[in-house]
């Protein structure tokens, strides 16, 4: 007999199979997991204690149940004077086990590589580093801001052959590429075609994945259920983060906003979720209480 959890995926597996052919649905489910066992978090929602007690922090985030947790672009090179706070890649992981927490993914500043004429020196270090602390996934968290403010199509497949060629280095190192998305990729660019469109289509599936900051998709306008459907298998990660009811700009704590993450989380295998992480830009409560409230409602109302 089916329990809870898979009739749900399979009830949002049959609506996106009436817009997708059996073959192509069948290709983009493959060896796709279930829902993610483990709740992660994005370190940037507590930037501010970090930088105080990064030590501290972590066995806090172990306490009140986090499983994993995404570096951010925080991370300022190799040198043990800066790192992850003070820590070099190795001593971060040792850290990080110590707690039994493991980090598949970590965003790192990439904009060196991405602007026109950079090279790849520093985007091979940050491999490296990604690699030492053992991670899966190596993301770039946005695009130089020339490219954002030109709203150009021309930059936007720049870009994606950037993507690729980063990708194929990150292979080396046995990681994979994925980009993480703000807002502004959705912009119209011309004949409605968008930045992320162009991102979507110029990338390879094999090589490049797409984190999906659900929150910014929401805010844009965009139904991530019609994501999915459109590209089923290519959102291997979700930022997982509230909207206000009364103020699309404002975050709040995951399950007391407006998003729909039920019909969301019902469709994350045609996602091709492999991992989410749990993310407030701003908090207006004590951080550890917020973090709290979303780690339970995701565990108690989306994961069962």
């Known amino acids: 007999m089916s329990n809870r959890r898979t009739f ?31 709740v992660g978090i994005q370190l940037y929602t507590l930037r501010e204690q970090l930088a105080k007690d990064v030590k501290g922090t972590i066995a806090e985030l172990a306490r009140i149940g986090y499983g994993q947790v995404e570096t951010f672009y925080g991370y300022n090179g190799p040198n043990a004077a800066k790192g992850f706070w003070g820590l070099d890649a190795k001593a971060f992981k040792s850290l990080l086990s110590a707690h039994h927490l493991t980090s598949p993914s970590g965003h790192y500043n990439v904009s060196e590589f991405l602007s026109k004429g950079g090279t790849d020196e520093v985007l091979k270090s940050h491999i490296e580093t990604a690699a030492t602390v053992g991670q899966k996934y190596f993301v770039i968290p946005s695009i130089p801001g020339e490219v954002r403010k030109a709203g150009k199509m021309d930059n936007y497949k720049e870009m994606a052959a950037k993507f690729n060629h980063a990708a194929e280095l990150c292979k080396k190192h046995s990681l994979k590429l994925a980009y993480h998305n703000h807002n502004f990729e959705f912009s119209d660019l011309g004949k409605g075609i968008t930045g992320y469109d162009v991102l979507l289509k110029e990338t390879d599936p094999s090589l490049v994945s797409f984190e999906l900051d659900l929150f910014w998709a929401v805010n844009a306008g965009l139904n991530p259920l019609e994501m999915f459907k459109l590209h089923p298998g290519r959102f291997k990660m979700w930022h997982v983060k509230d909207m206000d009811k009364a103020d699309k700009s404002v975050f709040t704590e995951v399950g007391t906003g407006s998003i729909d993450f039920k019909s969301i989380f019902r469709n994350a295998k045609l996602s091709g979720l492999e991992y989410l992480f749990v993310e407030q830009d701003i908090i207006k409560i004590d951080p550890y209480q917020s973090i709290t409230k979303s780690i339970n409602y995701i565990k108690k109302d989306l994961l069962r």
């Not at 949002?12 to 493959?30: H, K, M, Q």
């Open 8 to 38: 749900l995926h399979q009830a949002g597996i049959a609506t996106a199979a009436a817009l997708l052919s059996p073959a192509v649905l069948s290709s983009a489910l493959a060896a796709v997991p279930s829902l993610p066992n483990k």
